[in-house]
């Protein structure tokens, strides 16, 4: 089945957003002593904290000596702590700092400030039916995979 | 500067929805006997093809020998060819075939007829303002990346 021209339409207008969104943060990682690979691993040990070196190697499909250079940067740099596991010493630990974590609101501060740039010729009217809109695609995009889920089980 | 509530909810909103169309994705890739790092080299040598090894290592921060594991697959897959540059025998260079073409749209319209599904209970009206809010969004963001690159000249 062929999916309409709208759909095609909105499926490249969300993309090429994503990814410019994504350029722009590019530019500001490295003003901010970041780089992309940098960014990403403090981006999933913020989301899965306490992670362990393995977890982000396979999470990450980051080569073992790649990730060891960023994390140890980042340690260096004081945004990731790295601490033995108390139930089991063999285990090595990985956590944003206080100063990690300012810095990931940071960039994110960053990237909202721009997109409101960009949303600066909507209306009220505007903003409120482009929330709408997106927030009845975001539901039902969750509603199927939920769907798709419970028919795999 | 903090940025609106409103700015912060269209932001997360089309990260959220971009988020689901991977997981969806990454799904669909498994039962066409494709993983996610594999279709991200597939795409990447769509964008950028030729290119050889050296390129897609620093454009994916993929280890080499990940990477040569990835591209021997596709290439054993009948998806990339790989070839020596004519001009220069002494570099390899990576093509998608047709076969890999064809994987890599197949791809596009399953992610699509997807998205499709999620656009159901919105009336054509509400999809051409979709289309037209998010098309006014994504014109702003590209009009202010230019700028930004002309200040940075």
Redesign the interface.
Known sequence: ????K??????K??????K??V??TK?TLRENNLT??RFLVLWYITKYQPVNMSFLHDKM??????LTVIVDKLVDDELVKRYRNPKDRRIVLLELTEKGDKKLCKML?I????????????NDN??????M??????G???E??KE?ENNNE
């Open positions: 089945m062929a999916s309409s709208e759909t095609k339409i909105i499926d207008t969300i993309r090429d957003i994503h410019n969104l350029k722009y530019g992309m690979p499909h980051m080569a073992n000596s790649t501060d990237r909202q400030n721009f997109l409101e740039k960009a949303l600066v010729n909507l505007d903003k409120e039916k482009l929330i809109l997106l927030g009845t695609v975001l039902n995009l969750e199927l995979l798709g």
